[in-house]
């Protein structure tokens, strides 16, 4: 009989690829790495593991991928709500973070956002923030899988000058911790309208050399579509593609506002979307033809969007919220059915950020970022297809356990690390220290 490290039963276990259900199975584990998926009884007659877990009435899936959001503005959730995007951004938001914005903000604040999202099943995250070393410091002490945004705006902050400097400054981070297994890093241009001509050709010349995805805000709005036609010329994809920054590379998030012609750039190019509905419906942005770009061939994770605009970091809302909204637009029922759903939570993120081969699915030999959904309670009953109730039915408090590379962070619904309890206490601080110095009040009606 084999040592492992651990062996998880389960009711059904969900590996996404290969698509199906696998029913009173056992996922073994060892070294952080998935050792085998086989039937419970053989999982007892040859492995002896130093845990054991008997979920017998719960499903076990890959840990959900947020492939969009701003960590660190967990600190800002429900500051300024109920107003147009840009509003929203210039009178309430950057005045805020251009005065609050530091390296213990964005640390306190992604830490934060890091214990929302265990709870909620998500095992890593897409950042897009200043002061991204922070948060990767955050990230790693609740135990964390992280993207981080080397980003880039052409206004200065309390982080870096100039385009220049925030390039360069995402640069040295992401030599200086390339090491760390749980870190990956992206090029995080804001948006066409927040970036010159010459600091997003500089990004497309580094990603292209060194084979980084780019992260960017990507026809969100009709306004952006509009002022780059009439600033530029162009619609903003169109003017990326001059730019060199069409490709495999490109992570294009929102996508609300495309063409036919727009649709095929991106997948003749390979291109990835993060699709973010929540977030789209409560800026009143639009929504996106998702039905079109899976058709399309276009790759399409979620994401939640920072919990300033959304307000919750919870991929089973917006599983929900993709699906029902896909068949709205589509005017279909049959598109966006529950299993690619899942998978765009999953494996369609993880292939976004490149980093398919490790994680996203349960297969031997990927990291064990696990999580297992308990089926036991009344709002779950009955179940004729556990992948149908993940993306109907179930909600982020039905998750109980949480596994990143093999470490347990979420048992029986409690955080295991101590570091992400006390999160709490450092963002009551914040709140009052935020509510002191708050420019205007939002209005409330």
């Known amino acids: 009989m084999k040592e492992v490290d651990c062996v998880i039963e389960a009711r059904w276990i969900i590996p996404v690829e290969p698509a199906g259900v696998l029913e009173q199975h056992a996922l073994v584990t060892h070294g952080g790495r998935i050792e085998a998926i086989l039937p419970i009884a053989l999982a007892r007659q040859r492995y002896s593991a130093a845990r054991r877990f008997e ?38 938001i950057w005045p805020v973070e251009m005065r609050e914005a530091s390296a213990e903000f964005v640390h306190d604040g992604t830490l934060l956002a890091c214990a929302e999202m265990i709870r909620g099943g998500i095992t890593l995250f897409n950042d897009m923030y200043f002061f991204p070393e922070a948060a990767a410091r955050a990230a ?33 981070l992401r030599d200086s911790m390339r090491e760390h297994a749980l870190l990956s890093f992206c090029f995080a241009p804001h948006a066409p309208y927040s970036v010159n001509d010459k600091a997003l050709a500089q990004v497309a010349t580094y990603a292209n050399e060194l084979d980084v995805p780019v992260h960017i805000h990507l026809h969100e709005t009709h306004d952006e579509v509009a002022q780059a036609q009439s600033e530029h010329g162009r619609r903003p994809l169109a003017r990326l593609q001059e730019l060199g920054l069409a490709g495999p590379n490109l992570l294009a998030v929102h996508a609300v506002h495309l063409n036919a012609a727009e649709i095929d750039v991106l997948a003749l190019h390979g291109c990835h979307v993060a699709h973010c509905p929540s977030s789209n419906l409560k800026l009143a942005s639009g929504m996106a033809p998702i039905a079109k770009l899976l058709a399309a061939g276009v790759n399409v994770g979620l994401g ?5 605009s959304n307000n919750r970091l919870d991929m089973f809302a917006e599983m929900r919220q993709a699906a029902l909204l896909g068949k709205t637009v ?32 349960l297969q031997v030999g990927k990291a064990v970022d696990v999580i297992a959904v308990d089926f036991d309670r009344p709002e779950l009953m009955p179940c004729y297809d556990p992948i149908s109730h993940l993306v109907y039915a179930a909600g982020r408090q039905d998750v109980s356990h949480v596994w990143v590379a093999g470490e347990l962070l979420l048992e029986e619904g409690v955080l295991t690390r101590e570091e992400l309890r006390s999160a709490r206490t450092r963002a009551a601080h914040w709140e009052q220290r935020i509510a002191r110095g708050r420019v205007g009040s939002p209005p409330t009606g």
């Open 55 to 92: 979920l017998h009435q719960h499903a076990v899936l890959p840990g959900l991928i947020n492939l969009h959001t701003h960590a660190a503005m967990s600190l800002l959730r429900g500051l300024a709500d109920d107003l147009p995007l840009m509003t929203w951004l210039k009178e309430y």
């Open 140 to 172: 790693l002490s609740a135990g964390m899988r992280a993207a981080l945004g080397m980003i880039v705006v052409d206004f200065p902050s309390p982080y870096a000058s100039d385009p220049m400097d925030y390039l360069a400054k995402g640069m040295a």
């Open 304 to 308: 939640t969007d920072g919990a300033a």
């Open 330 to 361: 589509a005017n279909d029922p049959t598109v966006m059915p529950a299993a690619k759903v899942l998978e765009m939570a999953t494996l369609a993120g993880a292939k976004a950020l490149g980093l398919d081969d490790r994680i996203g699915s």
